[in-house]
């Protein structure tokens, strides 16, 4: 059973916006969730965490200012506003049962996480 499920991705020009889903299908309550992206070639990268249970997020820096996280019941949204073609990647859902460190760098490390999403893509043409 796929216990994250993501949808929402697609094709976009620069400066557009898409919203990502990731709904927690067996309804765990895991208290932190994140996004990751793999682009071509490079390696994975977490982006946002969020915990859960107050809505405190932390961003990397390659998104702070352009993306923004939220969580309502089971499903975390990723809304992703300007975006640019480097922000093209396959882009995954985690979750974890524990929220410590989750609002933190420590939680968009990849070894944090054992629950993922399937994927979907974003491709921004410029």
């Known amino acids: 059973q796929v216990q994250l499920v993501e949808s929402g991705g697609g094709s976009v020009q620069a400066g557009g916006s898409l919203r990502l889903s990731c709904e927690d299908s067996?309804?765990?309550?895991?208290?932190?969730m994140a996004w990751f992206r793999e682009a071509p070639g490079k390696e994975l990268e977490g982006i946002i965490s969020?915990?859960?249970?107050?809505?405190s997020a932390y961003y990397a820096d390659s998104v702070k200012g352009r993306f923004s996280a939220s969580h309502v019941q089971n499903t975390v949204f990723l809304q992703m506003n300007s975006l640019k073609p480097e922000d093209s990647a396959v882009y995954y859902c985690a979750a974890r049962l524990s929220g410590t460190f989750c609002a933190s760098e420590e939680g968009t490390r990849v070894g944090q996480y054992k629950i993922w999403g399937q994927g979907t893509q974003v491709t921004v043409s410029s």
């Open positions: 067996t309804k765990a309550d895991y208290r932190c």
């Open positions: 969020i915990l859960t249970t107050d809505g």
